[in-house]
T-cell receptor, first 112, second 116 residues
């Protein structure tokens, strides 16, 4: 079963718009929620991560919003640029496990 | 130079053949992982190793085996490849760090494997 569910599978946004990708999880033992970004032909790379003791984390144009009660978290990309076109994966892990459980991935396309 | 390298980058093989994918890292990390990526399924963990003498199964280990030859090398083998093992395979590493800490995983460039 998929422990982390990600949506949408694909997303097209106009340049300058806001891109929003959502993830939901079931296991309340998860306590670390990273987002990875993958460009074509490359491996994923860590973009931004959050722990459940905060509701939001912002790094530049990228923001994670976290809703612990709903067991959901989302990635917001403000002022989306063509260079943001990539596949994005949410993930989760438990303290001490050192294993990541990934969502299904979202292919984001930013039209110029 | 890349910190995490994978060889080969592309491989086409036939059903029933044995194949080995290799991963090397120069990051000095203790922990190494093998994932496969399939469209619509994301990244799924095959095997992971926290040091040379430690091997653990991931969520989809059936049909695969691994070998941790040294701290820097972690190989994935398909003893008898089948078409549904066609996928993109990634190796990743992370620092052991503090006990219980969450540490960033660094991924290699991937191996695209096709089993005919």
């Amino acid at each position: 079963q998929q422990q982390v569910k990600q949506s949408p599978q694909s997303l097209i946004v106009q340049k300058g718009g806001i891109s929003i990708i959502n993830c939901a999880y079931e296991n309340t033992a998860f306590d670390y929620f990273p987002w990875y970004q993958q460009f074509p032909g490359k491996g994923p790379a860590l973009l931004i991560a959050i722990r459940p003791d905060v509701s939001e984390k912002k790094e530049g144009r990228f923001t994670i919003s976290f809703n612990k009660s709903a067991k959901q978290f989302s990635l917001h990309i403000m002022d989306s640029q063509p260079g943001d076109s990539a596949t994005y994966f949410c993930a989760a892990s438990m303290r001490g496990a050192q294993k990541l459980v990934f969502g299904q991935g979202t292919r984001l396309t930013i039209n110029p | 130079d890349a910190d995490v390298t994978q060889t080969p980058r592309n491989r086409i093989t036939k059903t029933g053949k044995r194949i080995m994918l290799e991963c090397s890292q120069t990051k000095g990390h203790d922990r190494m992982y093998w994932y496969r990526q399939d469209p619509g399924l994301g990244l799924r963990l095959i095997y992971y190793s926290f040091d040379v003498k430690d091997i653990n199964k991931g969520e989809i280990s059936d049909g695969y085996s691994v070998s941790r030859q040294a701290q820097a090398k972690f190989s994935l083998s398909l003893e008898s490849a089948i078409p549904n093992q066609t996928a993109l395979y990634f190796c990743a590493t992370s620092d052991g760090g503090r006990a219980g800490a969450h540490n960033e995983q660094f991924f290699g460039p991937g191996t695209r494997l096709t089993v005919l």
